[in-house]
């Protein structure tokens, strides 16, 4: 089944405590995005990754990594995660950075930072 | 200014009803139109491109008006299950090759 994957769901962490949240496609995409969702903000774009090696900033940045080593894994990395960073993440791929076609959404990652 | 902007609702509608939403955008280099819905809590889901002559799906119309930038969707006959929030996207036609979310929004369609 083609798919986006994340892990974990769900996550409750302390301030400044390193975490990792994993993303992985099956579908051979180039272009891959993290994406944060906060109410009345919609989704805003943290970071992007037209192929492998090739990463670039999105709208919010701040506070976030992200690599991109295997062209199906796009990990996001908080290295200090503080309370602003508690949010809705989604991670998103579709087939080209050219084209506009369907983008295939994980299902979230839902992150509560105290 | 937001890129993308949709009223945010909700909207709450009876079954069987016809609703109608619409989204502004500002950049008028934009080429790429889409519909999404996404269910509460869960991820966004394509629901239809829109394309310049306008398109239909079943009960779904969207349509294109590029002189004054905006885009609507239309819904026919609601279902229950239609309740959701429809976010319409728009490439923007930057070096990111972005898709710009609007923040969506909220049906419910009640019984």
């Known amino acids: 089944e083609a798919q986006v994957t994340q892990n974990p769901r769900y996550l409750i962490t302390v301030t400044g405590k390193k975490l990792t949240v994993t993303c992985s496609q099956n579908m051979n995409h180039e272009y891959m995005s993290w994406y944060r969702q906060d109410p009345g903000l919609g989704l805003r774009q943290i970071y992007y990754?037209?192929?492998?090696?090739?990463?670039d900033k999105g709208d919010v940045p701040e506070g976030y990594k992200v690599s991109r080593k295997e062209k199906r894994n796009f990990p996001l990395i908080l290295e200090s995660p503080s309370p602003n960073q508690t949010s809705l993440y989604f991670c998103?791929?579709?087939?080209?950075?050219?084209?506009?076609?369907?983008?295939?959404f994980g299902p979230g990652t839902r992150l509560t930072v105290l | 200014r937001k890129e993308v902007e949709q009223d945010p609702g909700p909207f709450n509608v009876p079954e069987g009803a016809t609703v109608a939403f619409n989204c502004t955008y500002s950049?008028?280099?934009?080429?790429?139109f889409f519909w999404y819905r996404q269910d509460c809590r869960k991820e966004p889901k394509l629901l239809m491109s829109?394309?310049?002559s306008g398109n239909e799906d079943g009960r779904f119309t969207a349509q294109l008006n590029r002189a004054s930038q905006y885009i609507s969707l239309l819904i026919r006959d609601s279902k229950l299950s239609d309740s959701a929030t429809y976010l319409c996207?728009?490439?923007?036609?930057?070096?990111?090759?972005?898709?710009?979310f609007g923040s969506g929004t909220r049906l419910q369609v009640q019984p």
């Open positions: 829109v394309y310049s």
């Open positions: 996207v728009v490439n923007t036609d930057t070096g990111r090759r972005a898709l710009t």
């Open positions: 990754s037209m192929n492998v090696e090739v990463t």
């Open positions: 950049n008028s280099a934009s080429q790429s």
């Open positions: 998103a791929s579709r087939t080209t950075p050219k084209s506009y076609n369907e983008q295939f």
